[in-house]
């Protein structure tokens, strides 16, 4: 704890993060090759066990790509939203140069290694030479688990591609690296019984925040392993991080929740479904999970739209495909869309507070006459077909959702 005090983002101002430096004999066992150059990174990665101190690495904004550079991937690794996973891709990305060149002892290679490199890159055929002082896109890498021999830039290009689920396969056979496993598709068919068996498993969790709970120590973990962790300890928790997962497109997460226990069609406060969450923002392949696991194709939000008509709306034809496919049906009801703004006056403004005042409402003004009677008259109908939500607090006051997915207003 003490070291990785030492180690915090003030220390690490101090110091060039991308420089390269050769570790001193004795420094860690086994040694690096003699000669070899390693960043504080690639150091950490070489030494083992270091996941806290990577993370601080990374939170430095520290370089995994440097010198050769790549801004996609470094963009796509400073955005992968869970860390454990952050540090997990970092690693094994310095691993798949490093260990490698450690091993074919790079220090007996001539001087013009590079030029002299016979060997080349199985994806694009590039000359690729071992690490030993300086990283570039020619450097060579072995794709772990399938032992595919390929150039630095591919392998960051597939990186940079992995998505937000981190999907990094192998750019010549598409496997993925042995500890990430994933895992198994639903079966086909059998969507209700996945759904039904689902909801049983959320069911036995209690409703209420269990005490005691501890947070798992930090450790750098493959995508489908860290999926399933924190998957909620209670009902109403679960099924947050259920929609919430939805809505990043995080198919791995949704997977493992299902596994683990939701309730597939709950919706949420604007009567969304997790399907529909996917089939508003086009993931296709995230709609084709959920109806794997018995989601309803035809269950409308509270603006009385169906998971078919916001993808028919967006223009997300792949999504429309999928859930036409499985028998989905529209489900629109009559409301603001036949409504032609262009037909009435653009309403007076009266001001309550003016906008100089020291007030907390400043500014607030009543726009008298804006919409015309029969937009107010569908929205009211609206209004009065949704459920009002169960309110948090004592209140006088009733609060119902609807997400403009059509667009009217």
Known sequence: AKREARFGLVRLACFELDARFEPAPGEADPAPPAGMRLSLLEWMVWLGGRAQLVRALLGAHCDPFAPAGHPAALEHLRRTRNSTV????????????LLPAAAERPEDAPADARAAASRRCAACARSVAPFLRDLGHDTR?????????????CVWDRAAASGP????????????????????????????????GSLARLRALPADPPKGVRKPRFRALPPGLAARQVPGTFQDNRQIKFWEAATRGEALRVHSLIVAGVDVDLPNEYGQTALFIAAEAGRDQLARLLLSAGADPSRACNQGLSPLDVARCRGHAEVVAVLEAAGAGSAQAGGLEGLEASAHSAGAAAVLIPADMDHPGAGALIIDDAIPPEAVEALLAL??????????????SERRYVCDSHGWI
């Open 141 to 153: 890498c072995v794709w772990p688990g399938c032992g595919h021999e390929l150039c630095c830039a």
């Open 165 to 196: 689920d981190v999907d990094l396969r192998c750019p010549c056979c598409a496997a993925l690296p042995p500890d990430d496993q994933r895992l198994p598709p639903f079966a086909a068919g059998a969507g209700p019984q996945i759904k039904a």
């Open 86 to 97: 952050r540090v997990w891709l970092a690693e094994t990305l310095v691993r798949m140069y």
């Open 383 to 396: 209004c009065e077909s949704i459920v009002p939500v169960a309110p948090e607090k004592l209140t006088c």
